[in-house]
């Protein structure tokens, strides 16, 4: 039986909505972020707000992953039935200029967490993959059994590495270890650093937005109450049987075209705040880093857990401009 889950990176977009969903089912819960200023603290500290006044069961740490001494204090405090290691240095862009972080967080920080997780035995440690280790590969839909051995950023060597040493870890000492390739996740409460969010922040400025590739882009966007639903199904079934390392693909398994994209959120914004919103926008080439289409193969989810994201974007677009409304509105009110 599962009481006690760690969270990091609960400050985080999905960290959030994962400790969110844990709390609402009656689950105690640690979060653990280092709230860094990659993108908008205050976001991050309105993220863990939110967590601490929705139930006592949730206990925040402050710390750094990449802490060795930290990590394992909060195992041997807290004694986690299950982790969902969320915490990570993200954005493929970043790592091109920034590559020294992504190596303390995503390659030092997760053998902290195997460590930790090899002396304080656990149930399951469910942990964020990419779609970005697929990198630029023309073979569509994305499938777990492909190659992936020519990443194209360091953000997605990372995680390639993060799935292999999950692998030895969990066939050395037995960690029942899931990784979970997440395919462009947008939604309420977002990173601003996703494409959607920094568009949405423009064309509500009236400022250009910069389209890629002239706008030949397609992504796999898949909504965040999906992505949860996934996370939670797959943490309460551990690997059972000779193979404790499992990799899945959470997407919606229908990519959708990048001015498409942008025309339902113009939509979006333009019902949310009651005029016609429409984007300027400038087009260029594609960015050092980027892949063209994302894709996910989605059979061995609905497999195992009869489960396949499937929200549309104009359902997902319109929640989170919602929200981006309230939010704003509210900070701005302040």
Known sequence: ??????????????????AKRLLDEGYAVVGFDNLNDYYDVTLKEWRVRQLQSQSDAFTFIKGDIADEQTVG?????????????LAAQAGVRYSIQNPRTYIDSNIIGF?????????????????????????NQEKTP?????????PVSLYAATKKSNELMAYTYAHLYGIPCTGLRFFTVYGPAGRPDMAYFGFTRKILNGE???VFNHGDLYRDFTYID???D??????????????????????????VNLLHFIEVLEHALSGVYNREICARKEFLPMQAGDVYQ?????????????????????TGLEEFAKWYHAFYMDRTER
């Open 73 to 85: 204090t909060i195992f041997a405090e807290y004694q986690p039935d299950a982790v969902a290691h």
């Open 226 to 228: 999906d992505v949860i």
């Open 1 to 18: 039986m599962i009481n006690t889950y760690l969270v990091t990176g609960a400050a985080g977009f999905i960290g959030y909505h994962l």
């Open 111 to 135: 053998f902290n967490i195997l460590e930790s997780c090899r002396h304080h035995p656990l149930k399951h440690l469910v942990y964020a993959s990419s779609s970005s280790v697929y990198g």
């Open 230 to 255: 996934c996370v939670c199904r797959v943490l309460s079934s551990p690997p059972q049987g000779e193979d404790p390392a499992k990799i899945y693909n959470i997407g919606n398994n229908k990519p």
């Open 142 to 150: 994305f499938s777990v059994s492909d190659n992936v051995d020519h």
């Open 294 to 314: 994302t894709y996910a193969d989605v059979d061995d989810l609905v497999r195992d857990f009869a489960f396949k994201p499937s929200t549309p974007i104009e």
């Open 208 to 210: 250009t937005i910069q």
